[in-house]
């Protein structure tokens, strides 16, 4: 069993490791079998997202928790929350509201997100 105060280090963590685009830090945090739905629908694995990172695909600048709610289970925890983020994405700048919905899974005493979806927010 798990407390809130524990996801809530485990989202900083990610957070802080997105922004760095610290790939050694989100491999650590990600599950191996992770599954990523982004906002156009399209599946991605950890190793797409990873690279994304490695290759500066993808560069965060700003990602700003605006609301969020942590859903704690025996062994997991769901966390929604809606974020400010900019950056780019292929070279191309872009700033949007973005709802995220993460899914932490405990394994052998090690959590990991295993589960994320994110659509953009339009209000």
């Known amino acids: 069993m798990t407390n809130e105060l524990t996801i809530d280090m485990l989202e900083g963590q990610l957070r802080a490791a997105t922004l760095a685009g610290d790939v050694q830090a989100l491999d650590a945090l990600i599950a191996d079998d992770v599954t990523f739905i982004d906002h156009l629908g399209r ?43 900019s950056g780019t994405y292929y070279g191309e700048m872009f700033a949007a509201k973005i709802a995220y919905t993460r899914v932490w899974v ?17 209000m």
């Open 43 to 85: 599946r991605v694995g950890k190793l797409e997202e990873l690279e994304a990172h490695r290759t500066g695909i993808l560069k965060l600048e700003q990602l700003d928790v605006y609301d969020r709610v942590i859903n704690l289970l025996d062994n997991a925890a769901s966390v929604s929350l809606r974020a400010r983020v």
């Open 106 to 122: 405990c394994r052998q005493d090690v959590w990991r997100v295993i589960a994320v979806h994110y659509s953009m927010v339009t």
